[in-house]
């Protein structure tokens, strides 16, 4: 059975570092292409990072929301089968729950539509 677990949420002040991690169970990581999104109070669902599969001649490119360029990077380690959001710099509008999610397809997106698996989202807090 597939299954993406998301963890390392939490309350942080302004300025402050988090590390998501979602560890997959049930598949090979390196078949697949991950994205990290998030959901705020009264906000639709939005992406903020992408990380391509790393199968042979895929590559593993990445990309990020305007918001959090230059703040968080994303990252994989196969070896462990965990994705990782590591998040500097946050600010209280990164407040969110942060979904991972899982697609067979080798292209590094944040549309919504191509991701097949969906963690439970863990929650992130930004305050003083």
């Known amino acids: 059975q597939l299954q993406l677990v998301e963890s390392g949420g939490g309350l942080v002040q302004p300025g402050g570092s988090l590390r998501l991690s979602c560890a997959a169970t049930g598949f090979t990581l390196d078949n697949y292409s991950f994205g990290w999104f998030r959901q705020a109070p009264g906000k639709e669902l939005e992406g903020v990072s992408c990380?391509?599969?790393?199968?042979?001649?895929?590559?593993?490119?990445?990309d990020y929301a305007d918001s959090v360029k230059g703040r968080f990077t994303i990252a994989r380690d196969n070896a462990k089968n965990t994705v990782y959001l590591q998040m500097n710099g946050l600010n209280p509008a990164d407040t969110a729950i942060y979904y991972c999610a899982a697609t067979r397809t080798s292209i590094a997106t944040m549309a919504l539509g191509w991701y097949d698996y969906w963690g439970q989202g863990t929650q992130v807090t930004v305050s003083s």
């Open positions: 990380i391509r599969s790393s199968r042979a001649g895929a590559g593993g490119n990445t």
